[in-house]
């Protein structure tokens, strides 16, 4: 019990350490929006505010703001400029490659810059009153969150993006197929760099030598630093391959732009016949996306010496699930929030899930909520409990939570993340799971509730049934 509460203190002190960054970019974004309206009252412009690492020295910031100091070029781009300092948050500066193994080829062949980008909150300007800067923060032009939005989120390049990252479902012809055209184009076309998996890359090479500038990762340690790389990712396949995506970044992770090669799509809007349109506008910006959060999960042993003998921290997207495996003794768990004791899960198992899991397995294993991607919760879903009054919740974001299996169950229980990485918990065993501060952010091919509604209806045939006849009786 002293293991897991200084681990809770832990993932605590994480939590304030993304929220006090948060508000240090509000208070550096205020300072240098102040600086700037004064220089503008004294004659001077400058372009809107690009938040810079503090790391750097002062020469390299002054050199810095000489080249993006600009001259607005009409009445209506100073409008946009003014309502987008007002409105809007900036990556803080385009990224340098950082020392990666010089005898790795992925580092050599990749772009050294970064695209820069913004993100603005809402559609109609400054009449939406949305002013939520510290909702979301930047580090060396990654996206991550102290809290989650309630708001659309728009993303707008303030560079041309360089490098595209495309993920495909393998075992699939007429994938393999569109991969290689949608290379070509990117590449003879959009003139960007391609990289892809080196599944994908012998494939190609066995085409023919013309794809010898696609580029790949030769070892599992050039994958942590693909977030530095690239500055949108493309999956063509269904949501297994999001999920997938979302697995190879266990930090920060570019804009992804899902392609419908699927079966029910609830994260893939866009359809793979129209991706030249589609990536034309996406390129040219401003999109809009979803921040599609993610929860972050510690496995700590019985036996574990202190706060800091934990396993590897696991981000899932969709759930964690933790269920009784091949034992054929209920699922005994007992459940904490916030070191308060919430209840003891007695059944086949229990579902943590954040709200893009809320139309996967929760769904199917009896909770009874659709839930927009950008409302903010946990969902706490038991499977097959042995209790008539054991319904669902719905937890705050900000919660930490503790799943334990006690001394007394009668076996073990095994937890799975996303459907994978499976994990035995004994007696003692722990589970600690909280909002992880890196979302996954993805394009929509509209907003984000047009999507999800456009997602049910279609996948789910939600509410879909025959209209009443019109004859009949009626009201006199």
């Not at 603005?120 to 990654?142: L, T």
């Not at 009874?368 to 409990?385: N, Q």
């Amino acid at each position: 019990m002293r293991t897991v509460a200084k681990a809770l203190r832990r993932v605590a002190e994480d939590k304030a350490f993304a929220q006090a960054e948060a508000a240090e970019w509000k208070r550096k974004y205020e300072i240098e929006r102040a600086r700037n309206l004064q220089m503008k009252h004294k004659g001077h412009y400058l372009c809107p505010v690009i938040f810079r690492d503090c790391s750097y020295n002062s020469e390299k910031e002054n050199s810095e703001n000489t080249k993006n100091q600009s001259i607005p070029s009409n009445t209506e781009n100073e409008q946009e400029e003014r309502w987008c300092q007002k409105n809007g948050i900036y990556t803080h500066e385009i990224l340098e490659d950082e020392d990666v193994d010089s005898h790795t080829k992925f580092s050599k062949k990749t772009s050294t810059k970064k695209a820069l980008f913004k993100l603005y909150w809402g559609c109609n300007g400054e009449k939406n009153g949305q002013h939520k800067r510290d909702i979301v923060s930047f580090e060396r032009g990654n996206i991550t969150t102290a809290e989650r939005s309630s708001k659309q989120i728009f993303l707008k390049w303030e560079s041309r993006p360089r490098t595209v990252l495309i993920l495909t479902k393998p075992n699939s012809n007429y994938v393999r197929a569109l991969c290689s055209e949608m290379i070509r184009w990117l590449k003879h076309h959009k003139n960007m760099n391609v990289l892809v998996e080196p599944r994908v890359r012998t494939e190609l090479l066995m085409e023919g030598p013309e794809f010898g500038f696609v580029q790949t990762w030769e070892h599992e340690d050039e994958i942590k630093h693909l977030h530095t790389k690239v500055d949108l990712v493309v999956t063509l396949g269904g949501d297994g391959t999001v999920l997938w995506a979302a697995s190879l970044f266990k930090g920060p992770l570019p804009p992804v732009v899902p392609f419908s090669l699927g079966s029910l799509g609830f994260m893939t809007p866009f359809q793979s016949e129209n991706y030249k349109e589609y990536l034309d506008t996406i390129l040219e910006g401003p999109i809009s996306i979803t921040l599609r959060h993610r929860l972050q999960c510690h496995v700590i042993r019985d036996h574990a010496k202190d706060e800091l003998d934990t396993e590897e921290p696991i981000l899932v997207l969709n759930e964690v699930t933790i269920d009784r495996g091949i034992s054929s003794f209920l699922t005994y768990l007992e459940c904490y929030c916030d070191n308060s004791f919430v209840t003891c899960v007695q059944g086949d198992g229990l579902i943590l899930s954040t709200t893009s899991g809320s139309t996967a397995y929760s769904l199917a294993a009896g909770d009874r909520w659709f839930i927009l991607r950008y409302v903010p919760g946990i969902l706490f879903t038991p499977i097959c409990p042995h209790s008539l009054s054991f319904r669902p919740l719905i937890l705050p974001e900000y919660v930490t939570l503790r799943i334990q299996v006690p001394f007394n169950s009668r076996g073990h229980a095994w937890a799975s993340f996303d459907g994978k990485n499976r994990k035995e918990l004994a007696a003692g065993d722990a589970l600690i799971c909280s909002m992880a501060p890196w979302p996954v952010p993805t394009a929509c091919m509209e907003d984000s509730t047009r999507d999800f509604l456009r997602s049910i209806r279609e996948g789910l045939h939600w509410n879909v049934r025959k209209s009443q006849s019109f004859d009949g009786p009626r009201d006199s």
